[in-house]
């Protein structure tokens, strides 16, 4: 909240990155936190409210499985989902910008519309974090990625 230079919440050289204050940097971090967080309410928020797990079987939070001799839940997917199902299945996942597009994007197959949007995004001077091969997972094939404007930390997570 406190975005003036001469505060002593600004002036630790600690704080101060990549020629920006100590505000800013602190708005970049909100705002990639916020990000992640809607991104995860786009598969938390259907699985909460269309699923009974009475009829299903899932794992419950203590990892014991519940209602094993029934059909798996139905799951929804979303970026940072589709992500940490790549990174579980030791996909690698790519963080990828302009200094580094040459030798990223080579390695990726990801063609067509979505490969076009990662391709333009970098140019633009976004920062695309992906993962290396696509996903098949609940009845969804594709790629999770994430365009974040390093200047604001403000971004799409598709």
């Known amino acids: 909240k406190d975005d003036d230079p001469k505060s002593q ?23 990639r936190m916020r990000g992640q967080y809607a991104s995860a309410m786009e598969h938390a928020a259907p699985e909460a409210f269309w699923v009974d797990k009475m009829k299903c079987s899932h794992t419950d939070e203590n990892g014991r499985i519940q209602n094993p001799t ?12 589709a992500i940490a199902i790549a990174q579980s299945e030791g996909q ?3 963080t990828i ?9 080579q390695k990726l197959p990801i063609g067509g519309e979505v490969g076009s949007e990662i391709r ?10 992906v993962h290396e091969k696509s996903i098949n997972k609940h009845g969804w094939k594709g790629f999770g990625y994430i365009v974040i404007d390093p200047e604001t930390g403000a971004g799409a997570y598709l």
Do not use: F, H, M
Request: one cysteine or more.
């Open 97 to 105: 910008n302009k200094q580094n597009a040459q030798t990223a994007l």
């Open 9 to 31: 919440i600004n002036d630790k050289p600690e704080l101060k990155q990549n020629n920006k204050s100590a505000a800013q940097n602190r708005w970049i971090a909100y705002n």
């Open 92 to 94: 690698k996942i790519y």
């Open 70 to 81: 029934l059909n798996p839940c139905a799951e929804a997917i979303s970026a940072v989902k």
């Open 120 to 129: 333009n995004a970098v140019n633009a001077g976004k920062e695309v974090t």
